[in-house]
T-cell receptor, first 115, second 115 residues
């Protein structure tokens, strides 16, 4: 049971390049989330998926797109990277039967630098 | 608007000393409150959570937190800090009104432990 996994761990992009961050969970969770973490700002929600087949915007969605490929996988895409998207990105999931607890499980993060 | 404030950006304590990390929230209804810990280069791990009932909650690693509705606070405490507690600590509140399983995080408090 690996929990929440994210790939890649590190990435350097040039301005204007695109990339997809991958996230997968093996806990049969319904809900999945993408956050970014910036110094002094805590974690801010980019997008979330309440269940397979649905996605919705969070606090800071501009410049990002997401795909809930199936129940396990939730990817985050940067179509045209900008230096302002330099950050650490975390994926999280919330379990079936745990909806009333709102306990989110986090992946190890992807550190992205845009030059 | 809902918000979470962690007034202390950095705290340094000596090993064996007691610890209290402050968290204040603004929320329109009875909140669900969480404390997460992030070790360097790692994802977030849940320390403890409060939903209802006893206002003093116990968590992992010897941590506890007390919910004080009158002060809109949920401070984290530990009676004797270990060097391994050095990490960043995040307070979070949820769910958002009209939202779904979404959390708002504070900016974090970075804890350093002196030997």
């Amino acid at each position: 049971n690996a929990g929440v996994t994210q790939t890649p761990k590190f990435q350097v992009l040039k301005t204007g390049q695109s990339m997809t961050l991958q996230c997968a969970q093996d806990m049969n969770h319904n809900s999945m989330y993408w956050y970014r973490q910036d110094p002094g700002m805590g974690l801010r929600l980019i997008y979330y998926s309440a269940s397979e087949g649905t996605t919705d915007k969070g606090e800071v969605p501009n410049g990002y797109n997401v795909s809930r490929l199936n129940k396990r996988e939730f990817s985050l895409r940067l179509e045209s990277a900008a230096p302002s998207q330099t950050s650490v990105y975390f994926c999280a999931s919330l379990g079936v039967g745990l909806a009333v607890s709102y306990e989110q499980y986090f992946g190890p993060g992807t550190r992205l630098t845009v030059t | 608007a809902q918000s979470v404030t962690q007034p202390d950006i950095h705290i340094t304590v000596s090993e064996g000393a007691s610890l209290e990390l402050r968290c204040n929230y603004s929320y329109g209804a009875t909140p669900y409150l969480f404390w997460y810990v992030q070790s360097p280069g790692q994802g977030l791990q849940l320390l403890l959570k409060y939903f209802s009932g006893d206002t003093l909650v116990q968590g992992i690693k010897g941590f506890e937190a007390e919910f004080k509705r009158s002060q809109s606070s949920f401070n984290l405490r530990k009676p004797s800090v270990h060097w391994s507690d050095a990490a960043e600590y995040f307070c979070a509140v949820g769910p958002l009104s009209g939202g779904y399983n979404k959390l708002i995080f504070g900016a974090g408090t970075r804890l350093a432990v002196h030997p």
